[in-house]
């Protein structure tokens, strides 16, 4: 449907969302994160940092 006003937003505030969604998106990738094979939370952020770090590294 079409609005009388459009609404308004802080665009940088918005990209950086975008980005952090994109993100998490790609760590979903990895099927050990995404399954959550590892039950400890330190092995599994552990498992999020070594994802994190390959992604930044390709």
């Known amino acids: 449907k079409f609005r009388g006003k459009p609404i308004k937003y802080d665009k ?6 975008n ?3 994109i993100m998490f998106g ?6 050990r994160v995404a399954t ?6 330190t092995i599994f952020f552990s498992a999020i940092c ?4 390959v992604m930044f590294w390709l």
């Open 26 to 31: 790609r760590l979903k990738d990895w099927r």
């Open 19 to 21: 980005r952090i969604e």
């Open 12 to 17: 940088r505030k918005y990209k950086r969302r």
């Open 50 to 53: 070594l994802a994190a770090t």
């Open 36 to 41: 959550r094979y590892d039950r400890c939370p």
